[in-house]
């Protein structure tokens, strides 16, 4: 919470300890807000809280509710690479940086601010010449091909396209009870410009076979334990995405030579599915009769219940569904968690981005009243297909006080961010309910 105020200490230090606890205090058991717990909670935000009436009882103030990234409920860490802003460290072996959702304010993500994951160690960097770093083709096919990155460029369309790339656990942090991995919020997620060529062009060269109906990919980086007979991570996916005409084998971004952190020279993109099939330092692609067997398939890894589990129990995930498309989700860029305006600021011109995997964005909606009320934003059409879309509106205070800026998607089939994350799974994946940030007016 950069910019953030600072409130009365010990209602903000029981949520932070027990927030249980103090939501009971603040709410009672008849569920209202109101007489010294809404004095309290007021002080303890900051200032009133004019639509408390409406606030849905239990309702934990955005204010204190866990900073995403703070493991240990303090303030997240951040790390600065090289070319980059601070982004938060979620971990540093392996290496994951979030970005914080403020900072995803350009309608094109530049390098600066784009959110690193790795499963692995991160390999050295690429010596000599990138045109001679080599792609392999192989399994179900009537040609296997070695093709250099020259070959590449040289020998098939290449393809300007914007698009969006999410982790498969980005959100995870909103789940109760919290699943394992990293504590994302809403920040793994880049939308940026690439040069490559399809994947499928390539694939149709190699000659596809009878059995051939799923991927295997493989990259360069060393296992975390440094065994080089581990991979860091080998996922795949059906072939019918690896045909898909927005899935590339990428080696520039944003104008430039792939960065290496991105996985450069060379790397797949597979826009919104998880971000964890998008393989980096990529060398080598299987095509499979069945389903990959790499690091990250299989079991509860990228894998979503097909009936809902009961939340916090355990399960091997034998009867998951692998995760494919990603759901609807909406970020508030234009201002951070904790804004503090002067007083009598009455409007507020707010802007964001949207995405929902394969599907485009028919709305956005923001409410400042809990969700009372909602009104609509004007949404952008995509740049291309699988590209974010950018949201703007306008909304309106009636007074000083606390506020919250509450904001949800609604994807091209209807499907809207739910108010609280569904689907609880053992790892933490497709958590994407309406998000919020606190904002102080005086
Ligand atoms: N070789 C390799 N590719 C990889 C990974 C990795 O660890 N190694 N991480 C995957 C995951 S889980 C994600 S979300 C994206 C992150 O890409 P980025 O670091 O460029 O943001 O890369 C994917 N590709
Ligand atoms: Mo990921």
């Not at 703070?70 to 290496?95: C, H, N, T, Y």
């Not at 590449?152 to 699943?179: D, H, I, W, Y």
């Not at 699988?386 to 009636?398: D, E, K, L, N, T």
């Not at 091209?412 to 689907?423: D, F, T």
Request: proline share 8%; aromatic share 8%; glycine share 12%.
């Amino acid at each position: 919470m950069s910019k953030a105020y600072s409130s009365e200490r010990h209602i903000h230090e029981l949520y932070a300890d027990d927030p249980e606890r103090a939501d009971a205090l603040v709410w009672g058991r008849r569920g209202a807000l109101k007489g010294a717990a809404l004095a309290a909670m007021g002080a303890a935000v900051g200032g009133a809280i004019p639509f408390a009436g409406s606030m849905p009882s239990g309702t934990m103030p955005a204010l204190f509710a866990r900073p995403a990234a703070a493991q240990s409920g303090g303030a997240p860490q951040m790390m600065r690479l090289e070319g980059k802003v601070d982004l938060i460290l979620l971990g540093e072996r392996p290496l994951v940086l979030e970005t914080p959702e403020h900072e995803l304010d350009d309608a094109i993500t530049p390098y600066s601010k784009f959110f690193v994951r790795n499963n692995g160690q991160t390999p050295q960097p690429h010596q000599g010449d990138p045109n001679a770093w080599r792609i392999t083709v192989e399994g179900e096919v009537s040609r296997p091909l070695t093709l250099t990155l020259g070959e590449l460029k040289s020998r098939f369309q290449n393809v300007t396209r914007q698009l969006q790339m999410e982790c498969g656990g980005n959100g995870r942090s909103f789940f109760a009870p919290q699943t394992r991995g990293n504590q994302w919020g809403n920040g793994a997620i880049g939308n940026a410009e690439y040069v490559g060529v399809r994947l499928r062009d390539v694939l149709q060269a190699a000659g596809l076979g009878p059995n051939a109906r799923f991927t295997g990919h493989f990259g360069s980086d060393p296992h975390l334990s440094g065994d080089p007979n581990r991979q860091a991570i080998s996922r795949g996916m059906r072939i019918e995405k690896a045909m898909d005409e927005d899935t590339l084998i990428v080696w520039q971004m944003n104008g430039q030579p792939l960065p290496h952190i991105h996985g450069g020279p060379v790397r797949l993109l597979v826009p919104g599915w998880p971000g964890s099939l998008s393989q980096k330092w990529f060398t080598r692609i299987l095509i499979r009769p069945d389903v990959h067997n790499g690091a990250g398939m299989g079991g509860t890894s990228y894998r979503m219940p097909v009936r809902p589990i009961v939340p916090g129990s355990n399960n091997d995930g034998r009867d998951f569904a692998d995760m494919e498309s990603m759901p609807v989700r909406s970020i508030l860029s234009s201002h951070a968690h904790g804004t503090r305006l002067p007083a009598g600021t009455r409007h507020l011109d707010i802007r964001g981005a949207a995405w929902a995997g394969d599907l485009t964005v028919r709305a956005v909606h923001t409410s400042v009243d809990f969700g009372a009320t909602w009104q609509e934003m004007q949404v952008a059409a995509p740049a291309n297909r699988h590209a974010w879309q950018r949201w703007q509106g306008r909304v309106s205070f009636p007074t000083d006080g606390y506020y919250e800026i509450w904001y949800r998607a609604t994807d091209s089939q209807g499907r809207m961010q739910p108010h609280a994350p569904a689907n609880w799974n053992p790892q933490g994946y497709g958590a994407n309910p309406v998000s919020r940030i606190a904002v102080l007016i005086g």
